[in-house]
């Protein structure tokens, strides 16, 4: 795995603020999630800023660039230097020649600025949007019923961070058997799962492992959901809001099988 070094102390997450009750004049406080600018520099060449928790900025950094395609592996990355200054984080990238060729021909026809929620901002043209995606399995998984209950039981057990805050998007890998393996946390739910695709990359979870369980978004499942789920060879989603006709319709070209819970806290398979 490639070289990181980290200068200057890191932000918090989150931070206790202050409140007042409008039906008491009694004080309390308020775990609020930090929201931080990250900006994604290669070979000194400005990216994208987007707005982050600032939190587990290697999985991040790696999630995004394989997202984004800026990488095809983690070994394209020669090194990382995560810089924390008082304006917010810079993500300092050495790639190789050849993906630095990639990326200048990108960036010569589009501009990237992120927001936390954002979904569609960077893509080049709204040709992008009806690009098929390329299948992840030879056919739609199944995953047991049993398993999906598991880990929806579990999920908010294991999101620190929203204990504290009830503020953030969760995105956790699970495998077959329901069994929380691996979770991450962002203000933004497209954040969160690139947050989760580097940790899984970093933890060195294979293809065919990933093949036999599924992805859990504390969110709605939306087109970039399904987009990032396919690049990064996830065959199955859990949401816990329901997904867009647009996010079927792409999950459906690349074998993604769908599944989202329902008003009576029960699992539904979408199509």
Known sequence: ????????????????????SLDTPKEGVWHIPAE???????????????????ADMADFA???????????????????EIRHLDKGIE???KIGAKRLERLDLRTSRRNLVGTAGCGICGLDNADALFAPLKPVAAKPVSIKKFALET???????????????????GAAWVNKVGVVQCLREDIGR??????????????????AARASGFLLMSSRCSYEIIDKAARAKL????????????ALEKAKQANITVYARDKTGGVKRMG
């Open 1 to 20: 795995m490639f070289k990181v070094t980290v200068i200057g102390k890191p932000p918090l997450p989150d931070n206790e603020h202050r409140v007042t």
């Open 36 to 54: 931080t600018p990250v900006a994604f520099i290669y070979n000194r060449r400005n990216y994208a800023v987007m707005l982050a928790t600032p």
């Open 62 to 80: 790696l999630g995004f660039s394989l997202s984004e395609r800026i990488i095809d592996r983690a070994e394209d990355i020669e090194s990382l």
């Open 91 to 93: 993500l300092h990238f």
């Open 151 to 169: 880990a929806m039981a579990n999920f908010a057990a294991l999101q620190k961070l929203n204990q504290r805050s009830k503020s953030v998007h």
């Open 190 to 207: 497209h954040n969160a799962l690139d947050k989760l695709i580097g940790a899984v990359v970093h933890a060195n979870i294979k293809t």
């Open 235 to 246: 065959p199955a989603i859990l949401s816990l809001s329901g997904p867009t006709t647009l």
